[in-house]
T-cell receptor
Framework: EAEVAQSPRYKITEKSQAVAFWCDPI?????LYWYRQILGQGPELLVQ????????DSQLPKDRFSAERLKGVDSTLKIQPAELGDSAMYLC??????????FGPGTRLTVL | AQSVTQLDSHVSVSEGTPVLLRCNYS??????LFWYVQHPNKGLQLLLK??????LVKGINGFEAEFKKSETSFHLTKPSAHMSDAAEYFC?????????????FGAGTRLAVHP
């Protein structure tokens, strides 16, 4: 069964450092999503891609967060510099157009 | 604006007893509603969805939910809990009927199942 892959699964970093997360969506899925899930809360959409184009980044803190999907396949989410409040689970999901979203296992970030 | 409120942060049941996880929604449009489940160290999995067809929706693993517009509710139920049902459950709304688009998640309900 095809799955969304994410790496790393866990990341510990110090504040002011740069971190990057990688996501490989299900093959053929044109739409890719990055969510942030703070402990005790539901996931919140950070950015949505349609192929290589950003269609919604209204909740992305653009002063420190960036996301790219250069070839319209895999994607990278970067934080520079990391802050204590960025500690959270970062989830990637993919879908066929606006179809059901399939989620990866997530990357748990701890900022010290 | 669209939002969901999950009325219980934690629910504890005994194995074999019914499960009820409560969700109220707010939407300016005819919404689509979903329930997702999150097991530890696993990705979110879709349990069931309502997209303006039948108001009683059946999902995987014996779960079902009923859309009640008059009460703006979409509660999740299961007749008999199993140990494997222990997980975090999220009620989700999207403002576009019939589609998924932007998902808005509730805060989650943690279900514990005791022997």
């Amino acid at each position: 069964e095809a799955e969304v892959a994410q790496s790393p699964r866990y990341k510990i970093t110090e504040k002011s450092q740069a971190v990057a997360f990688w996501c490989d969506p299900i093959s053929g899925h044109a739409t890719l999503y990055w969510y942030r899930q703070i402990l005790g809360q539901g996931p919140e959409l950070l950015v949505q891609f349609q192929d290589e184009s950003v269609v919604d980044d209204s909740q992305l803190p653009k002063d420190r967060f960036s996301a790219e999907r250069l070839k319209g396949v895999d994607s990278t989410l970067k934080i520079q510099p990391a802050e204590l409040g960025d500690s959270a689970m970062y989830l990637c999901a993919s879908s066929l157009q606006s179809d059901e979203q399939f989620f990866g296992p997530g990357t748990r970030l701890t900022v010290l | 604006a669209q939002s969901v409120t999950q009325l219980d942060s934690h629910v504890s049941v005994s194995e074999g007893t019914p499960v009820l996880l409560r969700c109220n929604y707010s939407s300016s449009y005819s919404p689509s509603l979903f329930w997702y489940v999150q097991h530890p160290n696993k990705g979110l999995q879709l349990l069931l969805k309502y997209t303006s067809a039948a108001t009683l929706v059946k999902g995987i693993n014996g779960f079902e939910a009923e859309f009640k517009k008059s009460e703006t509710s979409f509660h999740l139920t299961k007749p008999s809990a199993h140990m494997s049902d222990a997980a975090e459950y999220f009620c989700v709304v999207t403002p576009f009927s019939g589609g998924y688009n932007k998902l808005i998640f509730g805060a989650g309900t943690r279900l514990a199942v005791h022997p």
